[in-house]
Structures are given as C-alpha cells and as structure tokens.
C-alpha cells in the first residue's frame, strides 16, 4: 500500500506564491511517475503537471506552464510544486498522485493512489 500526504496549501493574495509538498510512504513505493492534479469547485479533476520518478521527463498542463514547477527528491520520497505568479483560477483542492505505469506522463489519472488534497485559495 502506498500513503500520500500534501502539504503545503494556505491562502495567498493574487500574485504570490506557495510550494505544495507530497510525502509517499509504503512498502511497495515505486512509482514510474507522480504527478499534481487539482479539482475547483463544481469543476472535473484535472491535471496540473507530472514527472518521472527516475528520469528526465516532465510534463505541465499549459495553464501552469511557466508558473508552476514540479520536482521531486527521490531520498525523502518527496514530491514538490512550486507556484509562482497564482491566480485566482488557480483556486483548488490540490491531490498529489503516483502510478506505476506512463499514463501520468502523459497527465492522465489511471491507476494511480491519490493523496488526501491540499487546498489552495488565491484571493483577488
């Protein structure tokens, strides 16, 4: 089983920054990729960027691109997002995800544990 607790969420003026933290654990840890998805209100879930566990690749939706930047330290099992410039779009419930297959570096949600979500408010 694997367990994903964010950190990190708070409320922010329109324009500033957060760091959102995801801290895997379980025995059977060992994903192919992990990710940052967010879900606003009345809206789908969606996808928000990813990264290879152990590799180079990385993708971000294009609504966070050049904004936001998702690394991760393979030591502590620790997935990171850095957002920078937020908007009030960007208000959500953040979940962090790992999977074992590609489907997230592709930034779909297939087979992969969620964590519990973070929420980040962006006021005007």
């Known amino acids: 089983q694997v367990r994903l607790v964010e950190t990190g969420g708070g409320l922010v003026e329109a324009g500033g920054s957060l760091v959102l933290s995801c801290a895997a654990s379980?025995?059977?840890?060992?994903?192919?990729?992990m990710g940052w998805f967010r879900q606003a209100p009345g809206k789908e879930r969606e996808f928000v960027a990813s990264?290879?566990?152990?590799?180079?690749?990385?993708l971000y939706a294009d609504s966070v691109k050049g904004r936001f930047v998702i690394t991760r330290d393979n030591g502590k099992n620790t997935l990171y997002l850095q957002m920078d410039g937020l908007k009030t779009d960007d208000t959500a419930v953040y979940y962090c995800a790992a999977g074992a297959g590609e489907h997230l570096l592709a930034g779909i949600s297939v087979n992969v544990y969620w964590g519990q979500g973070t929420q980040v408010t962006v006021s005007s």
């Open positions: 379980g025995r059977t840890f060992d994903p192919k990729a």
């Open positions: 990264i290879e566990w152990a590799g180079d690749r990385i």
